[in-house]
């Protein structure tokens, strides 16, 4: 059974950082392309982030690239979004998703129930 199990959420303050993380487990990481995603309150759903099953290629929405950073250990099955100068519009949930193939060229078939990141003062 494939899961994904995000955690490292909580309340920031503005400018500050968080590291989130997704455990994965029922599938060999290795083989796939990852992505984060997050849902602000009252929005649709954003793509945040892709990376490609090696690792080697990322993408990034125009509003986090430069303040954020995706990465994966798939020796670990672990993927991970660094977020650093988080603005109060970075509120969201963040879930991790498993796309069906080593890229993002097609669909996502697998998504977590995601992680809570509040930012405010």
């Known amino acids: 059974e494939v899961q994904l199990v995000e955690s490292g959420g909580g309340l920031v303050q503005p400018g500050g950082s968080l590291r989130l993380s997704c455990a994965a487990s029922?599938?060999?990481?290795?083989?796939?392309?990852m992505s984060w995603v997050r849902q602000a309150p009252g929005k649709g759903l954003e793509q945040v982030s892709v990376i490609h099953s090696s690792g080697g290629s990322t993408r990034y929405a125009d509003s986090v690239k430069g303040r954020f950073a995706i990465s994966r250990d798939n020796a670990k099955n672990t993927l991970y979004l660094q977020m650093n100068n988080l603005k109060p519009e970075d509120t969201a949930v963040y879930c991790c998703?498993?796309?069906?193939?080593?890229?993002?060229?097609?669909?996502?078939?697998?998504w977590g129930k995601g992680t809570l990141v509040t930012v405010s003062s």
């Open positions: 029922g599938f060999t990481l290795s083989g796939y392309a």
């Open positions: 998703a498993k796309f069906d193939s080593s890229t993002w060229v097609y669909g996502m078939d697998y």
